[in-house]
């Protein structure tokens, strides 16, 4: 797998510090499952946060501390990673990541799908992050998505298929991080449906029904 | 470069292995030239003794060598999540879950592809995320068939990483202050790099553009990575 678009260092350090909120996150990390580029990076950057750790200063700890860790533990062996994944249909057609199946694995034959309109259908993760919308789009070969524009970022992760718009061509295992009112019309290759997570800034929660469909493209 | 390292691939790969800690066949070290040392001893992957003890507690469940990174590391994260604001008790929740998770997932630890100290760090990291934040923390899975495996990496290049790692680690130490500041915002408070540039009271390009000078010169220093 080629990739030719990676995370921007910003991107990605807000993920290493652990400042970045769950729903970009799944973004960084669908990345780092295709990229080993990112990935040595992203090592580069936890071994930075080792080196902030192991030259912080040390703060004094309650004497009953570690006798609360000891009770806590299993006696058994460390095993942690074995688990025996399940065999999911959708994720093996489309090369979906285990980090964002494990948010859709209830049904492994298929994809709970919503149609969003103009043949885009989406699935949306469910989360613990009030501020960003994690969810997986499939977008039928050839579409061309009408011109839009998002407010703040938009990170998108491509699995299966690809697109084209004024930026470039995406692939599978791109990522593509759109920041502020950047409008852009992707063009989905003709060959395949294109399948990818797209994470946006959580929609604001507007009572007023007409300012909710003033919302650009199909309700995102 | 071009050596036969047949024999040290060998003990690559596989937790089973780690038996051999402590009684090593032979080093590879690769000095500042670049020249090749082949000796007697790999001590170099097992260097230091954090990692010996994480390994301890992998392979023998050693309550005495947990006890000792406990030891090590526990003020440490007490003092780093304090950092960000949290209180003595919050902190020392995060501590105690953090140790829960160094007991529990003690085999992942892989000397060769992390220092201990960022492999805790990555640890206390999630365990504040759990904790303090209440969301789940999202992380590639390299057992996930869908993982793309990097390419095979030869064991120099290993021991190379290795050595990056320690120099990394007195690379942070001698950046300039104002990058340093920046990381450390990052790193300590947990805040994105746009929060960072409100705090410090700069533009969001000046954070991002001392972000890229730190990335340069860790790119420079190690390699393009
Ligand atoms: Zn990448």
Known sequence: ?220 | MSVDVDTISERQNSVSKRSQVGKPPFSVTVSKEGLMEVGLKVESVYRDEQSRWIVAVAESRDKKAFKQLFNHFAPRIKGFCQNNGSTSDRAEEVVQEAFVNIWRKANLFDPKKASAGAWIFAIARNARIDLIRKENRPEADTTDPFFEQNEPESPLAVLEAERKSKLLRDFVRDLPAEQQQVLKLAFFEEKPHSEVAEELGIPLGTVKSRIRLAFKRIRSEFGEI
């Open chain 1, 1 to 220: 797998m080629k990739i030719t678009h990676h995370l921007s260092e910003e991107l990605l350090l807000d993920y290493s510090s652990g400042a970045l909120s769950e729903g970009w996150s799944i973004a960084v990390a669908a990345h780092l499952s295709k990229c080993s580029h990112c990935r040595a990076l992203h090592a580069k950057l936890e071994e930075v946060g080792g080196a902030l750790l192991t030259d912080s200063a040390p703060e004094g700890l309650s004497y009953d501390i570690f006798e609360n860790v000891l009770n806590r533990l299993d006696e058994g062996g460390a095993s942690v990673g074995n688990e025996v994944r399940k065999n999911i249909e959708w994720a093996r057609r489309y090369g979906i990541p285990a980090v964002v199946t494990d948010y859709l694995a209830a049904d492994t034959k298929k994809l709970p799908w919503k149609s969003l309109g103009l043949g885009v259908s989406q699935v949306v993760l469910e989360t613990k992050d009030t501020t960003a919308t994690a969810r997986l789009l499939k977008i039928p070969a050839g579409k061309k998505v009408p011109h839009h524009s998002h407010n703040g970022r938009e990170l998108t992760v491509i699995f299966s298929g690809g697109f084209t718009d004024e930026t470039g061509n995406y692939g599978p295992g791109d990522i593509q991080e759109i920041h502020g009112n950047a409008e852009h019309q992707p063009w989905v290759r003709e060959e395949e449906d294109c399948i990818c997570l797209a994470v946006t800034e959580a929609p604001l929660k507007f009572s007023n029904v007409a300012v909710r469909l003033a919302q650009p493209l199909i309700g995102i």
